[in-house]
């Protein structure tokens, strides 16, 4: 894919609808009205949707599809601290230490939105080793540690990965800066909704530390331990 070397992202539609605007979620943008619903009134193709939903849900629908999936997985611990602070945003109550708890046992026991979570990335990762040209399984960690590499990743199994010119033009950093959560977090766009400013956070590595104890940290470490055993997985 052919990118203008002075391409400027000045009037990108990212700055005037932010991410959760221009990618919809499946199950609560698409299929949240109708069980057949009209794509066309999403963007033209290629089109991109985000969502939740487990590998099992869309996998009959997606195996013979030329839809690509790209799965980001984020260590548990600070999952289970994005969904505290996320669950008590959208509901507007206080982060209470009694509801972490509770969303700690929900994690624990796989009571959660959308099923157990270690089966989620499990099933994910799966078919990312099977079928590597349809599943691209990306870590929130590396993601933070080389934005570069993988964003670079990224762009090569999308299809259109950058040429050395672009890069030497700096290209690809202006992507970042562009995408990065400093920038997304400032925008207008993005403060005057309140749903899309509960997405914005922190966005660290490790901030679980600040949150859980070390029985907590433990208890899921022992979970998680025995449920990726074997299947060459690691956080």
């Not at 025995?226 to 060459?232: F, I, R, V």
Request: charged share 25%.
């Amino acid at each position: 894919m052919e990118r203008s070397k002075n391409q400027s992202f000045d009037h990108h539609p990212l700055l005037s609808n932010g991410p959760h605007g221009l990618v919809p979620f499946l199950e609560l943008h698409v299929y949240h009205e109708s069980s057949s619903p009209n794509l066309a009134k999403f963007s033209s193709l290629p089109r991109l949707f985000s969502t939740h939903m487990p590998l099992h849900a869309m996998h009959e629908t997606l195996k013979d599809s030329p839809c690509k999936i790209v799965y980001l997985c984020r260590d548990v611990k600070d999952t289970l601290i994005s969904s505290w602070f996320f669950r008590s945003a959208i509901h507007k109550m206080e982060p209470t230490r009694s509801l972490l708890e509770a969303t700690f046992e929900a994690f624990c026991n796989g009571t959660i939105y959308y099923g157990p979570i270690l089966e989620h990335v499990l099933s994910y990762w799966r078919r990312s080793l099977e079928d590597p040209k349809q599943v691209l399984f990306m870590r929130y960690e590396e993601m933070k540690a080389e934005p570069l590499d993988q964003i670079k990743r990224l762009a090569e199994f999308l299809g259109c990965p950058f040429t050395k010119e672009e890069e030497d033009n700096g290209l690809v950093n202006e992507i970042l800066d562009l995408c990065s959560l400093r920038n997304l977090k400032g925008l207008e766009v993005n403060k005057a909704k309140r749903f899309s400013q509960t997405f914005f956070r922190k966005g660290e590595v490790g901030d679980w530390k600040n949150y859980l104890t070390p029985e907590m940290a433990n208890k899921l470490d022992m979970i998680i331990q025995e449920k990726l055993q074997g299947s060459g997985l690691k956080f």
